[in-house]
């Protein structure tokens, strides 16, 4: 057996397909297709037209084959804990859509397996689902002996996307790691849990499609859909024992040793940090690679998570300061020929990278204080299992740092509690990825895909045309198909060709009217339910449509034209920001209506006024000088080679439509636009605002919308200047003389308070007493004060008392009390122990608290106890 890197084996996969006739298809972007699904994380997903006839291969090829990038986190809290779970990882598939079936596809595994790869075939098995005697027999004439082949159940060999729709038995290769890998039971075979058979390969044979009462409907054409982890087959070819020992990814874990100053195989608590660290470190770079932002829901959600995850592992071994743009640069060493993306947006993934642990820092800060907060608030010595959990899910504090810090107060942590809202989680997470996989395949189905099979795609004719003569094909109204519309309902129209646009791209969806001799419907929004359907949401105001009408569909042709102008805007804008705040600038989303334009992009700070300025004077600039406008159809390959711009997370088939704005802009959109810049008249930016980390938005508003808003800020100048009493451009010099007394009036105040406050600290000062080993100790109540500011008092106290000096300190805040003890290292040397003054004192107050000698603290339930916990310290102090 030969030794292959990654990717040697990557491209005898494809090679091998190729010439089988399968047309090699790039991996698809890591957010999928489809609104029903979070993130790709199998080669199909990309496919699902093909699989349900909606789409074809041209001839002459049978199949595509791919490697495509995928992204699973279900379990992601046994990520590093073994040798095969990973966040991040490709899928070596080959998949069929009617043209080749069991018997070339096994064919072609065996041959690829044993021949191409050269793995032993004494070490191969087959499993096969109970009973698909075709498949048994298929890999017998292929000289596989029986012993080597086994049946298994629909658990482990029958593929379902849900109750109901496509699925099929699958058949499964496993390769022999050997006796020594196994559990030792004279009944180990493929499907034990032990490690010795490891299955590499699944080849799905979707031929039924799966009814409500249970049946299987054979398919009309039956499909192959086929899946091979790279990092698995990398593993057995290189002879290691884990997927991290193969050559990609034991590199990555190598910058963790760099980092670090470990050594990988030493110690197993540091083996599973350089394990997290290297995965999920690849996860987040392919993630923003693909446009996806850390946020607080959605794919945001899981990318902040993973990152947060490799961040604390970091910690863990010492690495205080932001180190994973370490792991992007090797990413991009080690992958970037084959996934060109992450080249590209290299600067911004270590942008992004790079604020995201700055953030983290802060956030760290806040799960202190939040666990100082549930400890203060604590009854007894045990921390709650959901308050661990919620440090573990929402401020990234892995279990282990919660259980180390409460050790440090002598506090033990409900590890069950914790451990059930951790099984809680996963059952969530399980349901979730459950009810993808079936909205995945559920998504074509209903009424609108039915008129999409019926009647085809509709023909878009406005690009060129405001009003064209089409034919009704179908009417919905309440969700159902119905042959009429009458005066007075409202409802969807499909047409054989419109010039509606649908909304998509940003761009919201066109409004006009529907007329024929005796009635009319007014067409208030236009969508595409299913892909290349158009649908038009009407209202008919008199008469009655039927399907097979004759009808003049015209479009509102001003609104057209104001929201035309938006959009061109966008990409005006869209250069120009790049032009001021630099190419890491991508577009992450936008709105584009008739009365406003909205433009979201990656940023990682807020502009500044002469940023928001210049972004304008740019943008105007190519306005007036009345830049040409055009559209025109290439393939996307073409489209990438002369350099147009993709939008983030955008999806696009194998011809696309460029907007070229003469000598400036060229990007792929699909949307309407103006035939020249100075259509636009102006632009101007209303607002520029955050929307999440590293993302920023602005607000922009056109032509006669842009003249309101500059009338309207003028007419709120003038009215400023009259109560001002000011000249009109002297508002602002006016203001600033006001606002700068506003200040000082507000520091006099502060001094005035902070007067007070020192009062305070004198008069306990002034009480201070002298403990029984020497030195000074305060007793005193403080007015409403939560534990950081009875600690901020400690530190003030400290420094006035001079180097020995303790301080017992209470509070009553919303009615319930908390107690504060604290000493100096020189008091502490002489005897004094915080710890053990709280545990002493707290039962006063109906509370529990603790910490170290030289401070502790503790919450009660009885406020009316505090003087008699000051008095009961002064006993053990005095």
């Not at 006669?704 to 003028?714: G, K, V």
């Not at 003030?796 to 009615?815: I, M, N």
Request: hydrophobic fraction near 40%; glycine fraction near 10%; aromatic fraction near 8%.
């Amino acid at each position: 057996m030969k030794y292959l890197t990654s990717a040697e084996i990557r491209e005898k996969y494809l090679s091998f397909f190729e010439e089988k006739g399968c047309k090699r298809w790039p991996s698809s972007s890591l957010i999928p297709d489809d609104p029903s699904l979070l993130l790709t994380s199998a080669g199909m997903v990309q496919f699902k037209p093909y699989f349900l006839q909606q789409k074809h291969l041209e001839a002459p090829y049978v199949g595509t084959t791919t490697v495509q990038k995928c992204v699973r986190t279900n379990d992601i809290d046994i990520i590093g804990t073994t040798g095969r779970h990973q966040s991040f990882f490709e899928m070596l598939g080959n998949f069929s859509f009617g043209d080749y079936f069991k018997e070339e596809m096994c064919a072609w595994a065996y041959e690829f397996s044993t021949e191409v790869l050269g793995l032993p075939a004494e070490r191969l098995y087959f499993t096969v689902f109970l009973d698909d005697d075709e498949t048994i027999e298929i890999w017998k004439k292929l000289g596989v002996p029986d012993d080597h082949i086994s049946r298994l159940g629909e658990e482990d060999n029958f593929w379902r996307a849900g109750p109901t729709g496509p699925c099929g038995p699958c058949s499964e290769i496993y390769y022999d790691q050997g006796e020594e890998f196994g559990c030792g039971s004279p009944d180990c075979a493929p499907g034990c849990d032990c490690d010795r058979f490891l299955e590499y390969w699944n080849l799905v044979f979707t031929q039924y499609n799966g009814q409500e009462d249970g049946t299987l409907e054979p398919l009309p054409k039956k499909n192959i859909d086929t899946g091979m982890g790279l990092e698995r087959m990398a593993a057995i070819l290189q002879g290691v024992q884990s997927n991290y020992e193969t050559d990609v990814l034991r590199s990555l874990v190598a910058v963790g040793e760099k980092l670090t100053g470990t050594l990988y195989g030493e110690d197993a608590a540091v083996d599973l940090s350089l394990r997290i660290m290297a995965d999920h470190s690849r996860a987040v770079a392919f993630m923003i690679a693909d446009g996806i932002l850390p946020s607080n829901e959605g794919r945001g959600y899981v990318l902040r998570r993973l990152l947060r995850r490799a961040v604390m592992k970091g910690h863990l071994l010492g690495l205080d300061k932001p180190f994973l743009n370490d792991y992007v640069d090797e990413i991009v060493n080690l992958m970037g020929h084959v996934y060109p993306e992450i080249v590209e947006n290299r600067e911004l993934m270590r942008r992004v990278i790079l604020s995201e642990e700055e953030r983290f820092g802060a956030n760290l800060r806040q799960g202190r204080a939040f666990l100082d907060e549930a400890l203060a608030q604590l009854e007894g010595d045990v921390l709650p299992g959901d308050r661990a959990f919620t440090l573990h899910d929402t401020y990234g504090f892995p279990v282990e740092v919660t259980r180390e810090l409460c050790d440090e107060r002598g506090i033990e942590v409900d590890m069950e509690g914790f451990s059930r809202c951790m099984d809680e989680q996963r059952e969530r997470a399980r349901a979730a990825n459950t009810k993808d996989a079936e909205a995945a395949w559920s998504t074509y189905g209903g009424v609108m895909a039915e008129i999409l099979e019926a009647v085809g795609p509709t023909e878009f004719l406005g690009y060129t045309k405001n009003d064209a003569d089409v034919r009704v094909l179908a009417l919905v109204k309440d969700g159902r198909q119905v042959d009429a519309l009458e005066a007075g309902d409202e409802g969807r129209i499909v047409v054989d060709a419109t010039p509606f646009y649908a909304e998509k791209g940003g761009q919201i969806g066109d409004t006009g009217t529907m007329t024929k001799e005796g009635a009319a419907a007014r067409v208030l929004d236009t969508k595409e339910p299913e892909k290349g359907l158009i649908a038009h949401t009407v209202q008919v105001e008199e008469g009655r449509i039927v399907a097979g009408d004759a009808v003049r569909a015209a479009i509102d042709v001003p609104r057209r034209e104001r929201i035309r102008r938006n959009h061109t805007a966008t990409h005006i804008l869209h250069w120009a920001l790049r032009e001021v705040l630099g190419d890491h600038v991508k577009q992450a989303g936008s709105y584009v209506a008739d009365n406003r334009l909205r433009f979201d992009f990656t940023h990682f700070e807020a502009m500044t006024a002469d940023q928001i300025a210049e972004v304008e004077r740019l943008a105007n600039e190519k306005i007036m000088e009345n830049h040409a406008v055009r559209a025109y159809e290439t393939s996307l390959a073409s489209a990438r080679e002369a350099g147009v711009m993709a939008l983030f997370g955008e999806k696009y088939g194998e011809f696309v439509r460029v907007l070229d704005i003469e000598g400036f802009s060229q990007e792929l959109c699909g949307g309407t636009h103006v035939s020249a810049t100075s259509e636009i008249g102006f632009v101007k930016v209303t607002s520029e605002t955050s929307v999440g980390a590293n993302l920023r938005r602005i607000e922009a508003v056109t032509s006669f919308d842009a003249l309101a808003y500059m009338n309207r800020m003028e007419a709120e100048l003038k009215e400023s200047a009259e109560v001002l009493r000011v000249p009109l451009f002297d508002v602002g010099e006016r203001t600033a003389a006001n606002v700068k007394q506003l200040k000082e009036l507000q520091t006099k105040m502060k001094r005035n308070r902070e007067a007070v406050a020192d009062d305070g600290i004198n008069a306990l000062l002034d009480n201070a007493q002298t403990s029984a080993a020497g030195y000074p100790v305060v007793f005193g109540r403080m007015p409403e004060a939560d534990a950081g500011q009875m600690r901020n008092m400690w530190d003030v106290l400290r420094a006035r008392l001079g180097k020995p000096g303790a301080a017992v300190l209470a509070t009553e805040k919303d009615g319930k009390p908390t107690l504060l003890a604290a000493g100096s290292p020189e008091a502490v040397e002489a005897g004094f122990d915080a710890g053990a003054v709280i545990k002493a004192i707290a039962p006063c107050v109906k509370g529990g608290g603790g910490g170290k000698a030289s401070m502790a603290q503790a919450g009660g339930k009885d406020a009316s106890g505090i003087d008699a916990a000051l008095e009961a310290a002064r006993g053990m102090l005095l």
